[in-house]
């Protein structure tokens, strides 16, 4: 069964390091999303692509986040430097297209610590 | 002003009996769609029923159900027949229209336990 991929599962890092989040989303979907939840909160979007296009990343802290889909196809966030405040699970979801009736479907997340 | 509501942070259910969870909504668009989504401790998000703003049916998917009312912008899940595995977090979020880009706006969420 298709679904989204997330690597790695968990990071735990050290502040003002950079890490890296990749997300291979379902085949074929055009819309693609990066979320960042902490714990007992809703996720919050950060950037949302559709194709290789940021259609809305008014939520991304631009000056220590970053994320590009290139080829339209997969994605990666980085964050650099990590900050105590960046702990959090994200999460990467994909749909089909961009409309009111279309469910995302979620990868597994990164859990990431910063310490 | 919150757009999506779940006034229930917690809940204790007995293994088979039904639960509701409650949501609330709040739009200007009369295009949306509204989705419950559940997060098991591990962390993925599970997608479970859909409801249109325009579809004249409650939606219903095995043991979920989505009782949905419009003019009170409501859209309730129900849980028939708990069972152990339904404890997870539960999230209520909705899609409006192309304006915002059709983003999922999400509630804080339910914490859903099941007793046996």
């Known amino acids: 069964e298709a679904e989204v991929a997330q690597s790695p599962r968990y990071k735990i890092t050290e502040k003002s390091q950079a890490v890296a989040f990749w997300c291979d989303p379902i085949?074929?979907?055009?819309?693609l999303y990066w979320y960042r939840q902490i714990l007992g909160q809703g996720p919050e979007l950060l950037v949302q692509?559709?194709?290789?296009?940021?259609?809305?990343d008014s939520q991304l802290p631009k000056d220590r986040f970053s994320a590009e889909r290139l080829k339209g196809v997969d994605s990666t966030l980085k964050i650099q430097p990590a900050e105590l405040g960046d702990s959090a699970m994200y999460l990467c979801?994909?749909?089909?297209?961009?409309?009111?009736?279309?469910?995302?479907?979620f990868g597994q997340g990164t859990r990431l610590t910063v310490v | 002003a919150q757009k999506i509501t779940q006034t229930q942070p917690g809940m204790f259910v007995q293994e088979k009996e039904a639960v509701t969870l409650d949501c609330t909504y709040d739009?200007?668009?009369?295009?949306?769609?509204l989705f419950w989504y559940k997060q098991p401790s591990s962390g993925e998000m599970i997608f479970l029923i859909y409801?249109?703003?325009?579809d004249q049916q409650n939606a219903t998917e095995g043991r979920y159900s989505l009782n949905f009312q419009k003019a009170r912008k409501s859209a309730n899940l129900v849980i028939s027949a708990s069972q152990l595995g339904d404890s997870a977090m539960y999230f209520c979020?909705?899609?409006?229209?192309?304006?915002?880009?059709?983003?999922?706006?999400w509630g804080a969420g339910t914490k859903l336990i099941i007793k046996p």
């Open positions: 409801q249109g703003s325009y």
């Open positions: 692509f559709q194709d290789e296009s940021v259609v809305d």
């Open positions: 085949s074929g979907h055009a819309t």
């Open positions: 979020a909705m899609r409006e229209g192309q304006d915002s880009n059709y983003q999922l706006i």
């Open positions: 979801a994909s749909s089909f297209r961009q409309a009111r009736t279309e469910e995302a479907f």
């Open positions: 739009t200007s668009d009369p295009s949306y769609g």
